[in-house]
């Protein structure tokens, strides 16, 4: 291969360059009202949101994590109860559960999704289990329907991790609609990324919407009268302008994605060493990542680095095997397809602005590295 300048994995440059006038705008018109905590730039994105989400109500938070813990606390999730939740994601989506001083119950993946496989959350439900923590991962839905069926049958809420795959659908319903509640992250590198940390939950329940507003705000039910222990946790306005900005844009992003996807899937087709990853029939994808399944990924991620393409593993060590749940005794073997997704996925270069001359030299490095 020819040099040629480097390939990022992210590009967040990309998209300062082509809306930063507009971010710019929004800022200055915050700046000058000088409401800067629960104002009209962060009621209007809860609106916003929920309505891309398809749900009544939309509550924002400081970060997705807060948005993870906020919401198990709202579906009744307390020291001593069971969570169902995949290893195979962020440590957020675990740790959000121990911090409540729950039990995080791991359930292993599909290996064609990356996603909870149903049929383990099955057998893991316990008259303990408060609630199922469904990770929407690399921007695919998880298969909700037979979860939500298992969650029907006893009685116990879905929580949506959404913080990958905001304007995904399932089967025509989009991702933070397919649960109780759903939570989003705004982190700055997310498909719609604020620049700095935010989150947001999503619900159709108003009894929730309540419950929730009053959490993130010290557990206020009115001013200066709290009625429950709570956080500090709010999207503060400068952010949610931002966010109302890029909101603007995030349908053509991610169908530039989905572009861009399905030309590294047709180029790596012929490379039989690389499994390209499959949206099944009825769902979208919006690849926030897009991720490959190879042998000898290591060596390949070496590869591609020495040719400058940036690359990356979501997530190199599953949930059960982090020191952090050492103590719920899961050795390796525990939770196998999670281990080997672990040891062999990848994660290309993705975002709106990548060139399809990029994506080519990409491919062709993938080609040349397995041709030896
Ligand atoms: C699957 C998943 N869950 C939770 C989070 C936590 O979100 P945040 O970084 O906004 O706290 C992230 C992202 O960082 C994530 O990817």
């Not at 690399?138 to 939500?148: M, N, Q, V």
């Not at 400058?308 to 525990?334: E, F, R």
């Amino acid at each position: 291969m020819s040099e040629s300048k480097p390939i990022p994995q992210m590009d967040l440059a990309a998209h300062y360059t082509a809306i930063g006038g507009e971010i710019r705008e929004a800022v200055t018109q915050v700046l000058a009202s000088q409401q800067f905590v629960l104002g009209k730039e962060g009621a209007a994105l809860e609106r916003e949101i929920a309505g891309l989400c398809g749900v009544q109500h939309g509550i924002g938070v400081a970060s997705g994590t807060d948005a993870l813990i906020l919401a198990l606390r709202a579906a009744g999730v307390a020291a001593g109860d069971e969570v169902i939740l995949p290893p195979f994601t962020f440590v957020a989506t675990g740790s959000a559960v121990s911090a409540l001083g729950a039990k995080p119950v791991f359930a292993d993946i599909d290996s064609e999704t990356f996603n909870v496989h149903p049929d383990e959350i099955s057998k893991r439900v316990t008259p303990r289990t408060r609630a199922i923590l469904v990770v929407h991962l690399y921007g695919l839905a998880a298969d909700i329907d037979p979860i939500r069926n298992a969650a029907t049958r006893h009685g116990i809420p879905v929580i949506e991790d959404n913080a990958q795959a905001i304007g995904a659908r399932y089967k025509g319903k989009p991702t933070g609609a397919l649960g109780d509640l759903a939570c989003v992250s705004f982190y700055p590198t997310k498909n719609l990324g604020a620049y700095g940390d935010a989150g947001m939950i999503v619900t159709s329940s108003g009894e929730i919407d309540a419950r929730l507003r009053t959490l993130r705000n010290h557990g206020q039910a009115s001013r200066y009268s709290s009625v429950e222990p709570g956080w500090n946790s709010r999207l503060d306005e400068i952010q949610a302008a931002i966010l109302r900005v890029k909101l603007r844009y995030l349908g053509d992003w991610e169908r530039a994605r989905r572009t861009h996807a399905a030309h590294y899937s047709r180029l790596l087709a012929s490379v039989r060493e690389v499994k390209t990853p499959k949206t099944p029939e009825g769902y979208e994808h919006v690849f926030h990542q897009y991720t490959i399944r190879v042998p000898r990924r290591n060596e390949l991620q070496k590869y591609l680095s020495d040719w400058m393409i940036g690359n990356a593993v979501y997530y190199p060590v599953p949930l059960h095997l982090q020191p952090i749940y050492a103590s719920l005794g899961h050795g390796p073997g525990s939770f196998p397809e999670a281990e080997r997704a672990a040891n062999e996925v990848v994660s290309l270069p993705m975002f709106p602005e990548l060139q399809a001359e990029q994506i080519e030299r990409v491919a062709k490095a993938i080609a040349e590295f397995f041709a030896g």
